[in-house]
């Protein structure tokens, strides 16, 4: 059986909030090689997007989509406990999130695939006042922070933070990363709202951080 066969029987796994056959193609997919951060980003983030299509659509009740997003995030708490990081690089990334299920479960992936490569993660949800943001990222000094979870009614709440953080913040500053959510449904959305880059999904922000890492060895060389 191959991966995309496996992705969609863990899909409509989820859909039916099924546990234990969830488990089952997760333990079997882990059998075709695929690493824990694959079964991340692949399998629970693309459920995870189709779930929030099949929302917007009408083509799941909000009880539904409560199930389908709760079974997905403790699907990604079990793989969570299987990652192995690799060695610390002393690099510290915030991400900001939604108070939403899937604003958090979505955050947290984006926090394990950079744990893996050595990245300092907390996660901060939302609801936090533009002044605190801007304290603690002073207090932690990360290299990036990446904004997951927005939708249109954050819009007007996410470019008035990155404008505060921007006017705020040390120097170099960080980094502000849009992630996935409205971004992906929208071109060019997280530029109008003053981010410095857009990544589609984990993989994505990953490959921007080690991008960050690279380019501040190079310039240091």
């Given at each position: 059986?191959?991966?995309?066969?496996?992705?969609q029987k863990?899909?409509?796994?989820?859909?039916?909030?099924?546990?234990?056959?969830?488990?089952?193609?997760?333990?079997?997919?882990?059998?075709?090689?695929?690493?824990?951060?694959?079964?991340?980003?692949?399998f629970?983030?693309?459920?995870?997007?189709?779930?929030?299509?099949?929302?917007?659509?009408?083509q799941?009740?909000?009880?539904e989509?409560?199930?389908?997003?709760?079974?997905?995030?403790?699907?990604?708490?079990?793989?969570?406990?299987?990652?192995?990081?690799?060695?610390?690089?002393?690099?510290?990334?915030?991400?900001?999130?939604?108070?939403?299920?899937?604003?958090?479960?979505?955050?947290?992936?984006?926090?394990?695939?950079?744990?893996?490569?050595?990245?300092?993660?907390?996660?901060?949800?939302?609801?936090?006042?533009?002044?605190?943001?801007a304290?603690?990222?002073?207090r932690?000094?990360?290299?990036?922070?990446?904004?997951?979870?927005?939708?249109p009614?954050?819009?007007?709440?996410?470019?008035?933070?990155i404008?505060?953080?921007?006017?705020?913040?040390?120097?170099?500053?960080?980094?502000?990363?849009a992630?996935g959510?409205?971004?992906?449904?929208?071109?060019?959305?997280?530029?109008?709202?003053?981010?410095?880059?857009?990544?589609?999904?984990?993989?994505?922000?990953?490959?921007?951080?080690?991008?960050?890492?690279?380019?501040?060895?190079?310039?240091e060389?």
């Amino acid at each position: 059986m191959d991966e995309k066969v496996l992705y969609q029987k863990y899909g409509r796994a989820v859909l039916a909030a099924d546990r234990a056959k969830c488990r089952a193609v997760l333990r079997r997919a882990r059998g075709l090689n695929l690493s824990v951060a694959d079964l991340l980003g692949r399998f629970v983030w693309n459920t995870q997007r189709k779930i929030d299509i099949l929302f917007r659509k009408d083509q799941l009740t909000r009880l539904e989509e409560s199930l389908a997003t709760w079974t997905n995030r403790l699907e990604a708490d079990w793989l969570r406990t299987l990652l192995v990081p690799s060695g610390e690089t002393g690099q510290k990334a915030v991400l900001c999130c939604t108070t939403t299920e899937a604003g958090c479960l979505g955050a947290q992936i984006c926090s394990d695939l950079l744990g893996i490569n050595g990245w300092e993660t907390p996660v901060l949800g939302g609801g936090i006042a533009s002044d605190e943001i801007a304290a603690y990222l002073g207090r932690v000094r990360p290299k990036l922070v990446a904004l997951y979870g927005i939708g249109p009614k954050n819009l007007v709440y996410s470019k008035g933070l990155i404008h505060h953080l921007k006017q705020r913040l040390f120097r170099p500053r960080p980094r502000i990363v849009a992630v996935g959510g409205i971004f992906s449904r929208a071109s060019d959305l997280w530029d109008v709202i003053g981010a410095d880059a857009f990544a589609d999904d984990p993989h994505t922000l990953s490959s921007l951080a080690e991008n960050l890492i690279n380019h501040q060895l190079t310039a240091e060389c």
